[in-house]
């Protein structure tokens, strides 16, 4: 059978439902979005500029650019950028290629297609292979705990028999060389057992010895590392300076009390730090690692890898050798988070077990009248049955798989739910039919992914109002400062 056709970004960009979805934008709006009205805050081509916050979800993150071209193609720019896991690695290629008034998603995409997913499961081949099944094979699980049952059924029995007749049958010739027979084979089969629970006890020292993570999410760290070499970032310096590049003829559409106060780009990933049980927003929060003069050894690449470190998939990310006797160093512990004695070293996990949408990074509590809107996507992998809410209907991993939703999502719910105003800028693309640890994913799958993107923004786009998402984020903060002011 001939191999299937690689797709390129061609066929990504040309894909009939995108063309549809962008068809559609622009006889509502206009060719690029000219007569699409979305924020006060605009550049000197007259490119509408938001904030926005991706949302974590492995290899759904393709989803995310399938969105962000389509917003690009209706003229929309990023100011500041955020983003957890998947939605890092979107945001920080976000914030590393091109200027800000530039479109990015599509060269973007061309990393992308470029890349075999399956080349991010770096660790041992028997791992490899186990997760390639596990993910791929739904009845792979169902398959081993049957060969596992039936091993130790043939085993017991094995013994068991052997044992007769040893000690119970009269050991005549012809039963003495059968016993022997029985008694080479037990041998052989306890030799092999005991070889292979060697073997996974070594194993599993390795995944003690390497962050409990399977993969050491090396080669990830080297395509990121050598993207953002191509595009003039080597260091952490290079990385904030890209992020951060001023707008050309930033200008607001209507006088506004701040003026440009306060519109300055940026970005943020978000890392879980285990040692000390904290939060960490890179790049803000580097100095808790380095000294100002030493911040230079602290790769961008890294902090994203630190972000996208899913629990037992991936290795941690550690970062040694924390000067923690360092005057800068201890300032920065002690203002940030309250400690008095940093750690000599941190290790982080996907920034997704605390926060996996981190919209909250940008709340203004000084705004009374929003410049520019938050703009959020979510990636919802959540399967529309009612198998979910049938607890009894649930797994031993559906079980835990509620539990890592719950601890990573709530506090992000927690935001929306007493700032519901967000939600008017949130875009939900919808991926039941999605494993979010599907690293083997064929390209047509990516395909899906893209066009599942583009058709969220699209619905997105076509049914956000600025002005009433202006007038109830006023209404919000008034709310807000008159309950402050009520306080005894």
């Known amino acids: 059978m001939a191999a299937s056709k690689k797709l390129t970004v061609t066929d990504f960009l040309q894909s009939p439902r995108v063309q549809e979805q962008l068809a559609t934008l622009r006889a509502a709006f206009g060719t690029n979005g000219e007569h699409l009205v979305i924020s006060d805050t605009l550049d000197g081509d007259g490119h509408q500029y938001v904030n926005l916050v991706q949302k974590g979800g492995g290899v759904l993150g393709v989803a995310l650019v399938g969105y962000t071209y389509v917003l690009e193609q209706m003229g929309i720019r990023f100011m500041r950028l955020a983003g957890t896991s998947a939605g890092a690695i979107n945001t920080a290629l976000l914030a590393i290629t091109g200027k800000k008034e530039s479109e990015k998603s599509a060269k973007i995409l061309e990393a992308i297609t470029a890349l075999d997913f399956f080349d991010l499961v770096d660790g041992h081949p028997a791992a490899r292979w186990l997760i390639k099944n596990f993910i791929t094979k739904s009845s792979f699980l169902v398959k081993i705990k049957r060969w596992a049952n039936g091993l130790g059924i043939f085993y017991s029995l094995l013994l068991a028999v052997t044992f007769v007749c040893l000690w119970l049958l009269p050991h005549n010739a012809p039963m003495r060389q059968f016993t022997q027979t029985l008694v080479v084979l037990l041998l052989v089969i306890t030799l092999l057992l005991g070889v292979l629970a060697w073997y996974i006890s070594r194993l599993l020292k390795r995944l003690r010895s390497s962050g409990y993570g399977i993969n050491p999410g090396d080669f990830f760290y080297d395509w990121l590392k050598q993207l953002m070499k191509e595009n003039g970032v080597t260091n952490l310096e290079d990385f904030r300076l890209k992020a951060g590049q001023p707008v050309d003829g930033l200008h607001l559409r209507q006088e506004h009390r701040d003026g440009l106060t306060g519109l300055v780009p940026d970005v943020t990933v978000i890392a879980s730090e285990l040692i000390t049980e904290n939060k960490i927003e890179f790049p803000k929060m580097c100095n808790l690692f380095r000294p100002p003069d030493r911040l230079h050894e602290l790769h961008p ?188």
């Open 301 to 488: 690449a890294g902090l994203v890898r630190a972000s996208m470190a899913i629990p037992l998939f991936f290795e941690s990310y550690f970062i040694y050798g924390i000067p923690r006797t360092n005057e800068d160093v201890k300032k920065a512990w002690l203002d940030t988070f309250g400690e008095k004695e940093p750690p000599g070293e941190a290790r982080f996990v996907d920034g997704g077990i605390l926060s996996n949408f981190p919209i909250n990074i940008f709340y203004n509590p000084t705004v009374v009248v929003p410049r520019l809107p938050v703009f959020g996507i979510d990636l919802d992998d959540s399967s529309p049955g009612d198998t979910g809410k049938n607890t009894a209907a649930w797994t031993l991993s559906g079980y835990f798989f509620r539990i890592f939703n719950t601890v990573r999502n709530y506090y992000d719910k927690d935001f929306q739910l007493k700032n519901k105003v967000y939600s008017r800028g949130i875009g939900r693309i919808a991926l039941p039919d999605f494993n979010w640890l599907n690293f083997f994913i064929t390209d047509k799958e990516k395909l899906v992914l893209f066009e599942r993107g583009a058709e969220a923004a699209a619905r997105f786009l076509l049914n956000f109002d600025w002005e009433a998402y202006k007038q109830e984020r006023s209404v919000m903060q008034v709310t807000l400062e008159t309950r402050k002011q009520q306080q005894p």
